[in-house]
């Protein structure tokens, strides 16, 4: 009898701790993705990939108005600067690179919405854009008038 017993206490064991599922992020669009989870325990965060460009014709505008370096703002935070010599020749993919580039670590949340500002060197305003940036998605963004 007390065979049964043990028998039946290792059986009752396996079953209840192997029906345990593995916690972790289970979306696949966050960076901390854990293949093995089988429950999602809300620890997902999310990046965006964003890219900012303007094409030569802008480019003369900027240096033709004394406009010789724009400085990017998300949010009223500086993300970056660029010299308004640096023109895209063609629209970038997220791939290729031949523009400004950050990554932008939008939290737990799969989308954010974002402002984005551009000021020129001395901090006058050029422009303001509304930007959605989605986890694991590369936004492409271009400047112009």
């Known amino acids: 009898m007390?065979?049964?017993?043990?028998?039946f206490l290792i059986v009752a064991c396996i079953a209840f701790f192997g029906s345990c599922k593995k916690l972790?992020?289970?979306?696949?669009?966050?960076?901390?993705?854990?293949?093995?989870?089988?429950?999602?325990d809300g620890s997902c965060v999310y990046e965006s990939d964003l890219k900012i460009y303007f094409n030569q014709a802008q480019s003369n505008a900027f240096i033709g108005s004394g406009?010789?370096?724009?400085?990017?703002?998300?949010?009223?935070?500086?993300?970056?600067?660029?010299?308004?010599?640096?023109?895209?020749?063609?629209?970038?993919?997220?791939?290729?690179?031949?523009s400004f580039s950050t990554v932008v670590s939008i939290g737990k949340i799969e989308s954010k919405s974002y402002s984005l500002i551009v000021r020129d060197s001395a901090e006058n305003f050029l422009y303001n854009k509304a930007l959605l940036l989605k986890g694991n998605t590369c936004t492409v963004y271009q400047l112009n008038n």
């Open 2 to 7: 007390r065979i049964f017993k043990t028998l």
């Open 24 to 40: 972790g992020c289970t979306n696949e669009n966050s960076v901390n993705y854990v293949e093995s989870a089988k429950k999602d």
């Open 67 to 98: 406009i010789f370096q724009l400085k990017y703002y998300l949010n009223s935070q500086l993300i970056g600067t660029v010299e308004t010599t640096e023109y895209s020749t063609s629209v970038p993919n997220c791939i290729f690179n031949n």
